[in-house]
């Protein structure tokens, strides 16, 4: 079974603090993806990777950094914690087979990380 | 801009069959995929339809009209772990982006 397993499911932060949201994925999946998720607004994409130390920003990446220095892991940084990012944080990861391929159309999510900035 | 629109939320009986749409407007299109998600849980992969017609997977199946810009995915046999939220997902057709665009979810409650 692919396991994503993220290294907090609560953390409680201050504001101006940075975060560190960790990730890791068992299947030797090339491709890693970090969203947000809100109350009626579903999954918002935030950074994603395809390879490592590469990334591209998702739709709403402002004051998010991230880092992919090993193919299993890939972390999301908060550079300064604000309390309108307080929300639950969900990584996901997914491997390579052509853009319509069921493969990399299948995305395995970690269990989330509840983040609240007070 | 791209969207996908998908009902709030839906009320069945345990038992019945429930049918929960998708239509989108994305930047070309790979294909339309289907997650559940537990209250609490992580979401999970349901199906993924790239080409028009139906995909079954037991009590649940999936339908893809690419001239229609439309899919949905149907419940049979409805059951109570079956109450979760249902996200619909698009896989764009643009540059070589391997993002999914993912609707707002429709909250799926069964009763007794």
């Known amino acids: 079974d692919v396991k994503v397993t993220q290294s907090s499911r609560y953390l409680v932060k201050r504001t101006g603090e940075k975060v560190f949201l960790e990730c890791v994925q068992d299947m030797d999946h090339e491709n890693m993806f970090w969203y947000r998720q809100d109350p009626g607004l579903g999954l918002r994409l935030i950074y994603f990777s395809y390879d490592v130390k590469m990334k591209e920003k998702g739709d709403i990446p402002e004051g998010y950094s991230v880092s992919r220095e090993k193919k299993e892991r890939f972390s999301l940084i908060l550079e300064s914690a604000s309390t309108n990012q307080t929300s639950m944080y969900l990584c996901?990861?997914?491997?390579?087979?052509?853009?319509?391929?069921?493969?990399?159309?299948?995305?395995?999510f970690g269990a989330g990380t509840r983040l609240s900035v007070l | 801009g791209q969207s996908l629109e998908q009902p709030s939320e839906v009320t069945a009986v345990e038992g019945a069959i429930v049918q929960i749409n998708c239509t989108y407007q994305t930047s070309g299109f790979y294909g339309l995929s289907w997650y559940q998600q537990h209250d609490g849980g992580a979401p999970t992969f349901l199906s993924y339809n790239a080409l028009d017609g139906l995909e079954e997977t037991g009590r649940f199946s999936s339908f893809l009209s690419r001239s229609d810009s439309y899919g949905y995915l149907l419940l049979q046999e409805l059951q109570m772990k079956d109450s979760a939220s249902y996200f619909c997902a698009v896989r764009p057709g643009m540059d070589s982006s391997y993002k999914l665009i993912f609707g707002s979810g429709t909250r799926l409650l069964v009763r007794p």
């Open positions: 996901a990861s997914s491997g390579t087979g052509g853009f319509g391929s069921r493969v990399e159309n299948i995305q395995y």
